[in-house]
């Protein structure tokens, strides 16, 4: 069971990598347009036509080629999966992970030793267990209720 549990986190973590992939990538496709139409519009400047004043026959093509700055030219530039700060914020978030689903399993191995000493008409022992398990994860409704009987 163990073992299967392990495999399964590793799944579920390659799915959040192939995920978190396919997101930088559509960034980096949108950031090449933006890097495209930007060398357009240079070398339509460079033909001396922006800023020039024409006056019957403005052209209007350059307007197409031009696209605004926006932040994601620099969060692309600083954070990148490759990047160290990247790798620590998903330490982290695994760490995290791990802490919650730890608690999780006192929590849930609490609530039934709880169940069991309440069978066995040992109300003090359970309420124990159930305040136990609350101490590990306050967030497991089963112990709240309980705990509250």
Known sequence: AKASNLEKERAEMEARKKGAK???????????????????????????TVGTFVSSNTDYAAWELWCPSDDEDEMIQNLTPNDPAFKVMEKDIDERHARMKDKMKTAMKMKEAGNIAFKAGQYTEAYKNYEAGLDADKRVIELQANAAM
């Open 22 to 48: 396919i997101k930088v990538d559509e960034i980096m496709a949108r950031k090449a347009a933006k890097d495209r139409a930007r060398a357009r519009l240079e070398a339509h400047a460079e033909g001396g």
